[in-house]
């Protein structure tokens, strides 16, 4: 299973970005997907997750301001980051569970079987 994530860059606050993570070596619609994140210096930590059924749940610092979504069809999930801050300046991983495990390891990172090798988005103030 490979996870290849892109998208990221350098944007200005207030600023938009559209990451996708392309998946294949197996076909996701039954697995979760998740996005996470490190910043320099700290703990890789959640972000976004959407399991098979489509509920999706987020970290509270990005609610109102990122959606994730998922084409099953182009095993590809996106996640659409809006009103973009300084504190969002970080490495994003895409990651692949291979499973439904249910909400709870849905948002943790022992959760997921594989991972991508990382976008980075940059953000300025």
């Known amino acids: 299973v490979q996870l290849q994530a892109s998208g990221g860059g350098l944007v200005q606050s207030g600023g938009s970005l559209r990451l996708s993570c392309a998946a294949s070596g197996r076909t996701f619609s039954t697995d979760t997907m998740g996005w996470f994140r490190q910043a320099p210096g700290n703990e890789r930590e959640f972000v976004a997750t959407s399991r098979p059924s489509g509920v999706a749940y987020y970290v509270d610092s990005v609610k109102g301001r990122f959606t994730v979504s998922r084409d099953n069809a182009k095993n590809t999930v996106y996640l659409q980051m809006n009103n973009l801050k300084p504190d969002d300046t970080a490495v994003y991983y895409c990651?692949?569970?291979?499973?439904?495990?249910?909400?709870?390891?849905?948002?943790?990172?022992?959760?997921?079987?594989?991972w991508g090798q990382g976008t980075l988005v940059t953000v300025s103030s």
């Open positions: 990651a692949l569970g291979a499973e439904d495990r249910g909400s709870y390891f849905s948002m943790r990172a022992r959760g997921y079987n594989y």
